[in-house]
């Protein structure tokens, strides 16, 4: 039973048109998350969600919209989509209590912008 | 300013070798959680640890062992007697209130390990 799955796992598309990542976790965490890895291999936030709350929304072109219907769905939209947005998106959830108990990812979504 | 430094971009050595990955860390917050991510060739993040700012302990899993160091803000990670399979990316992360929790990564360093 996979924790926190992403579709589409790979995905080729040309310049300009619009495209969604899903992502969803079965382990009852209140807080969901995208983060970009780009070709320097060098991660970094983009959204954070919290019981479907927008909490975290890092300097991300308003291209990207995060579409969270429950705290166990976080969805990344993206439109007219630009070669430099080529990158894998990761989805991440944890559980937001005072104390950390860590972060479960996604195997990933390989986006390339052709 | 860069909150997670991983200063070893990449590191290759002979297998069956011990190896140390750096990584040291800044923050304003008292309480916080430190990470060691693998990402092998494959490309999924395979988490290795977790370590809380109040638990100073050196932990030891099989091969694999953590320096926590609160007086340099470090948190290495040693693989003792290297084996082919160990190759991969390895980051280390920071989780801090701060922050919102949100892992701040370092750039990571690249392992190699050579048969």
């Known amino acids: 039973d996979t924790a926190v799955s992403q579709t589409p796992k790979y995905l080729v598309t040309q310049m300009g048109n619009d495209k969604s990542i899903k992502c969803e976790q079965n382990?009852?965490?209140?807080?969901m998350y995208w983060y970009k890895q780009d070709s320097k291999k060098f991660l970094k936030i983009m959204f954070s969600?919290?019981?479907?709350?927008?909490?975290i929304n890092e300097t991300v072109p308003n291209r990207f919209s995060p579409k969270s219907p429950d705290k166990a769905h976080l969805n990344l939209h993206i439109n007219s989509l630009e070669l430099g947005d080529s990158a894998v998106y990761f989805c991440?959830?944890?559980?937001?209590?005072?104390?950390?108990?860590?972060?479960?990812f996604g195997s990933g979504t390989r986006l390339t912008v052709v | 300013a860069q909150k997670v430094t991983q200063a070893q971009t990449e590191i290759s050595v002979v297998e069956k070798e011990d190896v140390t990955l750096d990584c040291v860390y800044e923050?304003?917050?008292?309480?916080?959680?430190l990470f060691w991510y693998k990402q092998p060739p494959s490309g999924e993040l395979v988490f290795l640890i977790r370590?809380?700012?109040?638990d100073e302990q050196n932990e030891i899993s099989g091969r694999y062992s953590w320096n926590f160091q609160k007086s340099t803000s470090s948190f290495n990670f040693t693989i003792t007697a290297s084996q082919v399979v160990d190759s991969a990316v390895y980051f280390c992360?920071?989780?801090?209130?701060?922050?919102?929790?949100?892992?701040?990564w370092g750039a990571g360093t690249k392992l190699i390990i050579k048969p």
């Open positions: 370590r809380n700012s109040f």
């Open positions: 923050t304003r917050d008292t309480t916080y959680y």
């Open positions: 382990l009852g965490h209140d807080t």
């Open positions: 969600y919290n019981n479907k709350e927008l909490i």
């Open positions: 991440a959830s944890s559980q937001r209590t005072g104390v950390n108990y860590g972060y479960t």
């Open positions: 992360a920071l989780s801090e209130a701060y922050s919102n929790y949100q892992l701040i």
